[in-house]
């Protein structure tokens, strides 16, 4: 009698808990799609608005940022691939249909993407083409296919240094950054598999192969934002042209990256191993540089408690998220479900308010961060960890609705 009582409550209680998990992924989602009904206005940097002098005289940068019109960019396709596992989940048409709807703001009749520059070779535009892929999947609308295609050619003709890794930025000249890795895989091998381009997947592994290999470092296992091959840049070490600081949303990127590429390669295709081992590595190192008390990680990765360091919501969230998709695709040990289980708690208490109405809100993201440009940004303990944080930031939403769902799948599978 006893035992089948422990068992009854054991169930009531884990149902409870999954129900949690959606639960604040769908709050989330209506927070969105109540903000942004008709299209996303992503909130310019202060650092970029005065790089292209966008804050008129008299102006806050505050006035200039909600001024801003919208423009195609990698913070929808983020948030937009959670409202795309949301529908899935919840079997519920609405998530779809935003999603539509948002894309739609930007696609013309004939396929061509309003706002989009392809000769500003910039990897933050590409994201956003999954859902094109989607949506060309489930519409069979040429449209989708034609704009899909326009930033699958971006690619072909994307700068490179001289190994052969993807430039960030055009006005980013030989450097590889953590971030492109998300931008541009993720697609590149959705497009690869669904128009049969398997050729690509090498080119795809190898991005992944040499940004760990040039920004790795070897005593703690983490990977150093950014990397310069020509070594000329200010915030670049003069003998290795490493950035000089290890930011954890940048390996979150990263590793988001690299579990949802797996998705797309095939399961004989033999250097899947290669990312997998990648993932192994990464996994454990972080781990280690998880805060001991709330479980989450910090701005800058191994300096906890630092003066002026804080614990960072968007990393924590694509941490939570890679590593539970980690384990339920079986590509880390189930050793990590005790690390995940308190950051996803960790996430939970420290991260996530409600306010008076009910509605759900997601805090403490740190805006942005990058290297070079103007202002100069100089990749150093101070410049990271005194750039303004943002609530409810879309970086760190799209992340935290994945991760919601994935540790709820985690949950289920224990």
């Not at 409600?354 to 290297?371: C, R």
Request: hydrophobic fraction near 40%.
């Amino acid at each position: 009698m006893k035992k089948t009582f422990l068992i009854s409550s054991l169930i009531i209680f884990l149902c409870q808990y999954s129900f949690a998990q959606t639960n604040y992924a769908i709050k989330l989602a209506e927070t969105i799609m109540n903000t942004y009904k008709d299209s996303m206005v992503v909130k310019k940097y202060a650092s970029h608005l005065q790089q292209d002098k966008q804050i008129a005289p008299g102006q806050t940068v505050e006035q200039a940022q909600l001024n801003r019109p919208a423009v195609w960019n990698y913070e929808m396709g983020v948030v937009l691939a959670g409202f795309e596992k949301l529908a899935v989940l919840q079997s519920d048409k609405k998530y779809a249909d935003y999603t539509k709807n948002i894309i739609d703001h930007f696609i013309t009749a004939d396929g061509v993407i309003r706002t989009y520059d392809m000769e500003e070779y910039n990897l933050d535009n590409i994201p956003s083409g999954r859902q094109l892929l989607h949506l060309y999947q489930t519409t069979k609308e040429e449209k989708y296919k034609t704009a899909a295609a326009s930033l699958y050619k971006q690619l072909a003709w994307q700068p490179r240094n001289k190994i052969g890794g993807y430039w960030h930025k055009l006005k980013y000249p030989t450097q590889m950054w953590l971030d492109g890795l998300y931008m541009a895989e993720p697609f590149a091998a959705e497009y690869a598999a669904m128009f049969n381009d398997t050729k690509k997947f090498d080119d795809i592994v190898n991005q992944f192969v040499w940004m760990e290999k040039y920004s790795r470092d070897s005593k703690t296992g983490l990977l150093y934002h950014g990397w310069d091959e020509s070594k000329l840049q200010q915030w670049a070490n003069p003998k290795t042209g490493l950035s000089p600081e290890f930011w954890s949303r940048a390996m979150g990127w990263y590793m988001m990256a690299l579990v949802d590429v797996l998705d797309q390669l095939p399961a004989n295709y033999k250097r899947r191993t290669e990312l997998i081992a990648i993932l192994n590595r990464l996994s454990t190192a972080l781990i280690k540089f998880q805060d001991a008390k709330e479980g989450v990680w910090w701005q800058v990765t191994d300096k906890a408690n630092k003066e002026l360091n804080y614990l960072e919501s968007s990393s924590s969230a694509m941490f939570v998220y890679a590593l539970s998709k980690a384990v339920n695709k079986n590509y880390i040990s189930k050793s990590f479900v005790p690390a995940i289980t308190k950051a996803y708690n960790g996430v939970i208490k420290n991260f996530v308010v409600v306010d008076k109405d009910g509605n759900v809100h997601y805090t403490k993201a740190v805006a942005g961060a990058g290297l070079g440009g103007t202002p100069y940004r100089d990749g150093t303990y101070d410049y990271y960890v005194k750039e303004p944080k943002r609530d409810d930031d879309l970086k760190a939403i799209g992340p935290f609705i994945q991760a919601c769902i994935e540790y709820e799948w985690l949950i289920k599978k224990k």
